[in-house]
């Protein structure tokens, strides 16, 4: 995986983790590894994978089984190169891996909007006439997400009190959103829209994401525009960016798409992948799912996401949405798990949740597929929740 991270007097450059140790590709680049890639050493000093991804996916691909050829042999695979190229991680301070320009975040979970909907519109069908039609989303804001481990300070804006009048307080709702994050490698051109067919060729890697949410904000905010104070305060992404290719072998076909998609959305093939997903509230695992849940594709959100013209640019974020699976123990946001704040949870200790509390810790992880050398491992994005004062 590809990160940006810092150590001793060495500023913030690209790195590629390899176990407990992160090779410094600043210092291997040096080396004229790359050399013959036709990569300049200059790309691997950036405080950003931006440049790296900018090379195009084919040079990236190339750089990347380079560097495997080199890890191939345990540490030994490097001491033929130089003998302080491999860093420890916990030697390491870790970067936001990305310039984000945009962000958006879909609603692609089925599951999970089912559940919200059944919760907010109990009379009706729970999901809404447009979303077996397309990946339904939101813009958001790039500028608060912060990379994984960063303090999430507990926003404060309007809710509804006892008497239904608004009042300005701390969130008394704040969740988190169990989520993917596809790191967008390839730029497009303004009005013309990426064919589904190409999109997952705009697609760099991808990370671990937790859209922070504050329900009892978003709850009173959301009509009639959606999303606003309640989600852009923060948002957590891991440090590790997993290349795209390394998803393959867990491709896997996604759950029926009825009434059939639009032509524009149509998939030949598998589109979806076997990432399973946990999450940690403190130090009690509160759910386990898998990406393969999700009802639209990567492929699917990016077609759509540009259908009108709409350009992508290198460095741009699209957020899954809640990935929440079928049963009581796969849901990824506390708004389900509690069933908005009717059932707490039980923790290890002893202590029970309906919302997040000033001083927890919520941690995702995340594996591709099923391999048995371990390989395919996400890591994971880690926040804890500080008060507003």
């Excluded at 990569?39 to 750089?63: E, I, K, S, W, Y």
């Excluded at 948002?235 to 290719?245: G, K």
């Excluded at 002893?350 to 996400?378: E, K, M, P, W």
Aim: aromatic share 8%.
């Amino acid at each position: 995986m590809y990160g940006i991270f810092s150590y001793s007097i060495a500023g913030p450059h690209v790195g590629f983790k390899h176990g407990d140790h992160i090779l410094d590709l600043g210092q291997v680049a040096l080396l004229g590894v790359f050399k013959d890639l036709g990569v300049h050493p200059a790309v691997f000093a950036q405080a950003t994978l931006n440049d790296f991804m900018a090379l195009g996916r084919d040079t990236c691909r190339a750089v990347t089984a380079r560097i495997r050829e080199l890890l191939a042999d345990g540490e030994r695979g490097v001491e033929t190169v130089h003998d302080q190229v491999l860093i420890e991680l916990s030697r390491a301070k870790l970067h936001l891996p990305i310039q984000i320009g945009d962000y958006t975040d879909f609603y692609a979970g089925i599951h999970h909007a089912e559940n919200v909907g059944r919760m907010f519109r109990p009379d009706g069908d729970p999901l809404l006439p447009n979303y077996r039609h397309m990946p339904v989303a939101y813009h958001g804001r790039a500028s608060s997400i912060v990379v994984s481990g960063t303090p999430i300070r507990r926003p404060s804006g309007q809710v509804l009190g006892p008497d239904k009048q608004p009042v300005f307080q701390a969130s008394e709702s704040l969740d988190f959103e169990l989520e993917l994050g596809l790191v967008i490698g390839r730029s497009s051109v303004l009005g013309e829209p990426v064919l589904v067919g190409e999109a997952e060729d705009y697609i760099f890697g991808v990370v671990l994401f937790n859209d922070w949410s504050a329900r009892d904000i978003q709850r009173w905010e959301y009509q009639p525009l959606g999303p606003f104070l309640g989600k852009n305060f923060g948002s957590s992404m891991s440090a590790w960016v997993l290349p795209f290719d390394d998803l393959e072998p867990a491709r896997v076909q996604g759950s029926d798409q009825t009434p059939a998609p639009l032509d524009y959305l149509q998939q030949a093939g598998p589109g979806h992948f076997d990432i399973s997903l946990e999450v940690l509230l403190n130090d009690t695992v509160i759910s386990q799912s898998n990406a393969r849940h999700l009802y639209w594709s990567f492929a699917q959100m990016i077609a759509h996401h540009t259908v009108n013209g709409c350009n992508l640019n290198v460095g741009d974020v699209l957020a899954t949405g809640t990935i929440s699976g079928p049963s009581l123990d796969s849901l990824g946001s506390l708004l389900e798990l509690s069933w908005n704040g009717s059932r707490p949870l039980t923790l290890s200790d002893g202590s029970q949740r309906t919302f997040l509390r000033d001083g927890d810790r919520v941690t995702l992880r995340g594996r591709v597929g099923r391999r048995a050398d371990g390989s395919g491992d996400l890591g994971e994005v880690s926040g804890r929740v500080t008060s507003t004062k």
